[in-house]
């Protein structure tokens, strides 16, 4: 059995839902004992993804590498990092470690594939558009993305901050760009911001209104991750 | 501001829930940078707890030493273990470790007192009780517990596995059992496992059936551990 070391914190209640879902996609567990072991650094100090990617704050890199360390040290033989932005800064931490990280957004693409989509309505946080963090995978797996209008983003985004700060009346807001991705193309909406999965589960809530048309980054590796440790199913993992 | 080591997995769905509940505790939490900074050894292959008290499984002393040893080589400044009944070994978790280890039965005990209850009604497993675990801090602070009888700790503690083994339908047992501590004199009940405080804060759902005469160990120990952290509170260390 594998220990599974959490880069998290980004956000707290992030952390949180995406070892809640863990613990969820772990079926069949009768006891305890049949859980994962997980260690987590759930350090909220990292700095703000989205702001170093406009350039408007510190660059995350040496904490996110000192966290994975932590996590090496501490025995993880495997890494995950909830937090869709932070991707764009996971060549610092395999850099740092010697241990694998899963590819997020490879093993979100790879299984949206698997589901038959091929034009996925992308709803995340400046940073993570900004900075192509899903744009490889897409291209490399024959996929496209389409993105909220300018305006949609803006409105997007400002949700998130809003829930980073304890804020929930956010839903009719995101269930416009949702509905707008799809009119223009999108065949599903990929909730790729896990603000807005610990949101969404936190009140059974839906973008789209059809549980059909939609996908959750964190609920999609939560369960490649279980599969990955408790089967040995293939996961991607991260390049420098 | 200090790193806080967190002793998980036991079980898995509390230990998430703990960390909820010192998230949502976070008052005035606008960024992700206001949270603390937690380290979690979630490992829900530790021994059961109410097993070895009973003499029926493997003690878990020395699984819950290597945890905090490593949680403290992790950079934890402060250790806290959201599992109740795993308190009756805090001696080898203290002995093991150069960082202190928050006393979780005094630290909720010393909050009821505080809120003027002398008679505690404790919910808990069968573990907790047998051990004695609260009853040191009960007795130094002069008051008392009021415990199920042994038909209702019976229905207790198989409700407890059954949410460990995901079940939800245990809310009538529970109650009655609640109901019968109070009859008996208790002026509260306590919730006192971890497993419990999950499943009740997943559906909202109380014991008594009045907030009132409510109090839930995870959640004042989650209280106490923020308000140490952010504005230097006393919080009782466990010794030896």
Redo the contacts between chains.
Sequence with gaps: ?KTVGVIG?????A??DF??RV?AATGG????????????????????RSAAVAGLGDDPSARLATAAR??E???AELLVMPCNTAHRFSGAVVASVGVPLVDWPRAVVERLVQRGVSHIGLVATNGTIASGVYDRAVQSLGTQLVLPAPAEQASVMSAIYEL???GCGVGSRLRTVAASLLLRGAECVLVACTDLSAWAAAGARSLSGDPELEHDASQIVAEALVAHVREGARVPFAGI
């Design positions: 059995v914190g980004m956000g707290p209640r952390t949180v070892m809640q613990i567990a009768e006891r305890d004992q049949d859980h994962l072991h997980m260690v987590v650094d759930h350090d909220p100090t990292i700095p703000d932590r996590l040290s501490a025995g980073k700060g304890g």
